[in-house]
C-alpha cells in the first residue's frame, strides 16, 4: 500500500515539474509566432533579396547554384518551422517565403 502511495506522489511530482517547465516554453514560444507574424515579407525587389538572387517559389529558379529539393524551409538559416513564411539568419525583419530560395542556401 505505501509501495503504490509512493510511486503515485513520484508520478505526480514528476508531471508536474514538467508541467512547470514547459510553462516558460509556451510563452517564448507563442511570443516568437506573435514576433514572427509582425514581421513584413520581404519582396523579391528589396535590395538584399536582389543581392541574394532571392524567390518566393524555388521552382522558378534558374541559378548556377540551385539544386533541385532546395528550399528555404530545408536551408539551415530557416526559422519558420513549418510556417509558410518565416524568418531567416540573415535577412534581418523580413519574413521569407518557405518555399522560396536564395544563393546562400546552406545544407540543413
Ligand atoms: S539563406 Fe536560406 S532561409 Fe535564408 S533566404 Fe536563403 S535559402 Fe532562404
Not at 514547459?22 to 510563452?27: D, K, L, N
Amino acid at each position: 500500500m505505501a509501495d503504490q502511495i509512493n510511486k503515485g506522489r513520484r508520478r505526480f511530482l514528476k508531471t508536474t515539474a514538467l508541467g512547470a517547465a514547459a510553462v516558460p516554453f509556451t510563452g517564448l514560444m507563442l511570443q516568437q509566432q506573435v514576433a514572427r507574424a509582425d514581421l513584413p515579407r520581404l519582396s523579391e525587389d528589396d535590395d538584399i533579396a536582389r543581392s541574394l538572387d532571392y524567390k518566393h517559389d524555388a521552382t522558378q529558379v534558374e541559378h548556377r547554384r540551385y539544386q533541385e529539393g532546395q528550399i528555404c524551409g530545408n536551408c539551415a538559416l530557416w526559422r519558420g518551422g513549418d510556417d509558410e513564411w518565416g524568418v531567416c539568419q540573415i535577412i534581418p525583419g523580413k519574413l521569407v517565403a518557405r518555399e522560396g530560395w536564395c544563393n546562400a542556401w546552406v545544407q540543413g
